[in-house]
């Protein structure tokens, strides 16, 4: 709904245009990450994933990228449109407790035509 | 499938009424969550479920109480509603490994 992500970061790009969201996680232990899309009004949407094995993994015109030497996830769409437009959340799963996952809380992505 | 599902869409509330809200999932996930989401701040997580009739404390808990009595059924309680309550309600499920779905969302007004 309008009432989250009142005082997010915002990212600002232009239709076509490539989008980069950041997210810096807090357990140098977590070992499996997650980006959410959440569009308003609805609740967050599975965007893509990536173990803490890997460096980068890609889907259909998103990229994760995983850079555990400094604690740091990104999500990079490709010619962003303005259905991209949601909030963005990043999210990992701490191994000591596996049941549960941790929340950053979330970018804003306005997409501009 | 539905997928995950939850009742009501919207509820106000006034100071000490009582509710359930209701989440319901149809692709046979052990695990079970309830969060709310406030402007400004990550999901939080309030109590969750790691199969039928257990329940667990999350980081939230107070205020709020929690059954499983079916696989599928995920209920949330608030036995006497409090403004600070004012939030928007989201159930997840997952199958366990990490991945949660989520559901469409409660919005709830305390006043």
């Known amino acids: 709904g309008e009432s989250v992500g009142l005082h997010l970061p915002t990212l600002s790009v232009q239709e076509g245009d490539n989008s980069i969201i950041n997210c810096a996680y807090s357990?140098?232990?977590?070992?499996?990450f997650i980006w959410y899309k959440q569009e308003s009004g609805k609740g967050p949407q599975f965007i893509i994933d990536?173990?803490?094995?890997?460096d980068k993994r890609q889907g259909q015109r998103v990229t994760v990228l995983l850079n555990k030497t400094v604690k740091h996830l990104s999500l990079q769409i490709a010619a962003t449109q303005p259905g991209d437009s949601a909030v963005y959340f990043c999210?990992?799963?701490?191994?000591?407790?596996?049941?549960?996952?941790?929340f950053g809380t979330g970018t804003r992505l306005q997409v501009f035509p | 499938n539905a997928g995950v599902t939850q009742t009501p869409k919207f509820r106000v509330l006034k100071t000490g009424q009582s509710m359930t809200l209701l989440c319901a999932q149809d692709?046979?996930?052990?695990?079970m969550y309830w969060y709310r989401q406030d402007p400004g701040m990550g999901l939080r997580l309030i109590h969750y479920?790691?199969?039928?009739?257990?329940?667990a404390k999350g980081e939230v808990p107070d205020g709020y109480n929690v059954s499983r009595l079916k696989k599928q059924n995920f209920l949330l309680g608030l036995e006497s509603a409090a403004p600070s309550q004012t939030s928007v309600y989201f159930c997840?499920?997952?199958?366990?490994?990490?991945?949660?779905?989520f559901g469409p969302g409660t919005r709830l007004t305390v006043t």
């Open positions: 997840a499920s997952t199958a366990g490994q990490g991945t949660q779905y």
């Open positions: 357990n140098s232990a977590s070992d499996y």
């Open positions: 990536i173990r803490s094995n890997m």
């Open positions: 999210a990992e799963r701490a191994t000591y407790n596996t049941d549960k996952l941790i």
């Open positions: 692709m046979n996930h052990e695990y």
């Open positions: 479920s790691v199969g039928e009739g257990t329940t």
